[in-house]
T-cell receptor, first 113, second 116 residues
């Protein structure tokens, strides 16, 4: 079945460092891909998405590119801030598209001043 | 109100209590979901409702009973829970599009449940 694998956390960075959180997926066809963010004590917020190969999703300085050839959707940000500290979830909706979101296990990001 | 709201935000209950969690979406969506988020475990999809009909039940124990009276409201009725049911319960909604595909899910803030 469909699945999502994220890099293990926690990831600890200094403010203004470059961020990469790796995400790879297994799915048939062309799934839609998402990054969600969960700040402490809150629910999940959609950060960005891409619905077809080579699409780049971007929001709040974060970017991710849908790479069909490597089945990846890595999250990047050029300069992180303390306020970016949160848990980041990579997810997909399969091409059969029953609406069911498949999540990765989440990666905790800690940014220190 | 906008987006997806959940009440209560925090709930403490004994194992013999009966309580209900409420979710309301103000987005005009037609599909709603319950998830369970436990510490150090992946998000678990519990139930899916599409046009008020339950379309998925992921082997959830019967002590959790969902109810979807209309496409804007979703309840999770709880009874005789166990301490291991303590978790953050998240509600989400999405829209089924023409052709049967779905757009992304929008989440509420969750209910933090503690079972004593």
């Amino acid at each position: 079945g469909d699945s999502v694998t994220q890099m293990e956390g926690p990831v600890t960075l200094s403010e203004e460092a470059f961020l990469t959180i790796n995400c790879t997926y297994t799915a048939t066809g062309y799934p839609s891909l998402f990054w969600y963010v969960q700040y402490p004590g809150e629910g999940l917020q959609l950060l960005l998405k891409a619905t077809k190969a080579d699409d780049k999703g971007s929001n709040k300085g974060f970017e991710a590119t849908y790479r069909k050839e490597t089945t990846s959707f890595h999250l990047e940000k050029g300069s992180v801030q303390v306020s970016d500290s949160a848990v980041y979830f990579c997810a997909l909706i399969g091409s059969s598209n029953t609406g069911k979101l498949i999540f990765g296990q989440g990666t905790t990001l800690q940014v220190k001043p | 109100e906008t987006g997806v709201t959940q009440t209560p935000r925090h709930l403490v209950m004994g194992m013999t209590n009966k309580k209900s969690l409420k979710c309301e979406q103000h987005l005009g969506h037609n599909a709603m979901y319950w998830y369970k988020q436990s510490a150090k475990k992946p998000l678990e999809l519990m139930f899916v409702y599409n046009f008020k009909e339950q379309t998925e039940n992921n082997s959830v124990p019967s002590r959790f009973s969902p109810e979807c009276p209309n496409s804007s409201h979703l309840f999770l009725h709880l009874h005789t829970l166990q301490p291991e049911d303590s978790a953050l319960y998240l509600c989400a909604s999405s829209q089924e599009l023409a052709g049967g595909s779905y757009n992304e899910q929008f989440f509420g803030p969750g209910t933090r449940l503690t079972v004593l």
